[in-house]
């Protein structure tokens, strides 16, 4: 049971952090449609954030990040150290890539209109090339997800069917000993399916 729940604790987080890192490739691409009418970095971060607020809702993960790098802005912290700490908590590549990217710029004092379109083209691409991945391997997942079941599904028929037919494995040192080793066996090959479906782009 507590694998089962650190699993989906984790399967959970990766959908969240998927749906965060899609929230933030909407406001840099925004944040980029700002700065190319004349705004300041600051001004269209901020004003991008807001647009979002009419598309994802107050209470979603983005923009409660842009209302509290408004506030930090009033505080005047600089917005590479905010992009960063963002990137930081979130461990979203996307984000922290973005920060480093945006952090050269600042400090090299390169043309920041155009490094952050140059990123939003490339967030974009590997986003692209994530949605077709995902798309290819939807089946591959679901057929995973289904064979990890049929074991218990195997044994409940069989209990059902057969009562007392799983008592010589259970009811003694050998048996267990046995259904340990076959137990490990399992939770190593469920472990070893979620590895190869996973792939980072």
């Known amino acids: 049971m507590f694998l089962f729940c650190e699993w989906k604790r984790k399967e959970l987080c990766e959908i ?12 840099i691409e925004g944040a980029s449609h700002h700065l190319e009418t004349g ?3 600051e001004n269209a971060l901020i004003r991008a954030g807001r647009e979002l607020r009419l598309v994802y809702g107050e209470e979603s993960d983005i ?3 842009t209302r509290g790098m408004e506030h930090l802005l009033a505080n005047n912290i600089s917005v590479e150290k905010i ?5 930081e908590r979130s461990q979203a590549a996307d984000i922290c890539h973005f920060a480093d990217v945006f952090a050269t ?12 379109a140059d990123s939003c083209e490339i967030i974009a691409m590997r986003a692209d090339t994530e949605r077709e991945i995902h798309t ?5 997942v679901m057929e995973q997800k289904v064979m990890c079941l049929i074991p218990f599904g195997i044994m409940l028929y069989i209990s059902i069917s057969s009562p007392g037919y799983f008592t010589p494995l259970y009811h003694n040192p050998a048996g267990i ?9 399992y939770l190593f090959s469920v472990w070893l399916s979620l ?3 996973r792939i980072e782009v």
């Open 177 to 185: 000993c046995v259904m340990t080793l076959c137990l490990a066996v």
């Open 16 to 27: 969240r952090k998927r749906k965060l890192e899609q929230q933030f490739r909407d406001w």
């Open 136 to 140: 290819l391997l939807h089946g591959k």
């Open 195 to 197: 590895f190869i479906i």
């Open 63 to 65: 923009c409660r990040e």
């Open 83 to 87: 992009l960063s700490d963002f990137g």
């Open 39 to 41: 705004c300041s970095v």
């Open 105 to 116: 710029g600042k400090r090299s004092g390169g043309n920041l209109r155009e490094m952050i």
